[in-house]
């Protein structure tokens, strides 16, 4: 594993949020000011396929990444924020469905954080008045 790769890891497994490959190389850069963007990608992509790390993707976002500690996810609708959730391993019961061997799985639950469900009840309150 490259030096670049084994910093972009602990950085991942540090964080408590789900960061972009441009978060991860502004951090990076503050560690080693040399790195460029592309070998941050090319990093990314090797520590994934290798399974190091997981990738997020959410509709209408760049790709977060994570950890690979076994939890789902919450996605807001409105604004992509992404929150971890911890659920029972669903793969007994995926797989007791799928004639096929369940690798892994990536659940992610739709709906509506606080900020956004805020901003929309004042907004019907707005509209009401």
Sequence with gaps: MTKYAQKILE???ESNDHLTAEQI??????QCPKVVLATVYN??????????????????CPDRYDKTTRHDHLVCRRCGRLSDITLPDLTGMLQEQVPEE???YDLKISYLCPRCRGREKKSQTEEKS
Excluded: M, P, T
């Design 11 to 13: 950085l991942i497994d």
């Design 25 to 30: 190389f502004l951090r990076l850069k503050e």
């Design 43 to 60: 990093n990314l992509n090797q520590l994934h396929e290798q399974g190091l790390i997981r990738k997020v993707s959410v509709e209408g």
């Design 102 to 104: 369940i690798l892994s």
